[in-house]
């Protein structure tokens, strides 16, 4: 059965798409840390991220990269920090999070609440930032 982000990268369950190329796609966190929380997977499903083939590994961090100057281009934050967590769904990935405080990485923390709106917004404003 594909995972819940097989299935966001194939149209079945409706996204916040920041980014994507032929191999590695970046929507955003809909329970976010921050503001921009974006996940950030490679289109193969594959559970664990140390399982990926090397060139899958590196490729993702590199498109992970420029997502992630993309983000640091239009919200404020001091950097932008990765995180691989997430046993929850078994489907390697990176969360990408803009920050001030490395309290943003506390996972325990209340998650924001945006509109669809305000999702859109976001995730246009961060993809409209990416030059790949």
């Known amino acids: 059965m594909p995972s819940i982000f097989t299935r966001i990268i194939v149209g079945e369950i409706p996204c916040y798409k920041v980014a994507e190329n032929e191999a590695y796609f970046a ?3 809909i329970n976010p840390l921050v503001k921009g929380h974006t996940l950030v997977v490679p289109k193969q499903e ?3 991220l140390f399982d990926l083939e090397d060139d899958t590994l590196s490729g ?3 498109f992970a990269k420029r997502v ?3 983000m640091q281009s239009v919200i404020p934050c001091k950097r ?3 995180m691989v967590i997430g046993t929850e769904v078994p489907h390697a990935h990176v969360h990408l999070l803009p920050f001030q405080e490395e309290k943003a990485f506390d996972i ?3 998650r924001l609440s945006f509109s669809p709106e305000e999702f ?3 995730a246009r404003t961060i993809r409209e930032s990416i030059t790949f």
Do not use: N, Q
């Open 46 to 48: 594959v559970d664990y």
């Open 27 to 29: 929507f955003l966190d």
């Open 80 to 82: 932008v920090g990765t």
């Open 108 to 110: 325990t923390r209340p």
């Open 60 to 62: 993702l961090y590199c």
């Open 120 to 122: 859109e917004a976001i």
């Open 68 to 70: 992630a100057i993309g």
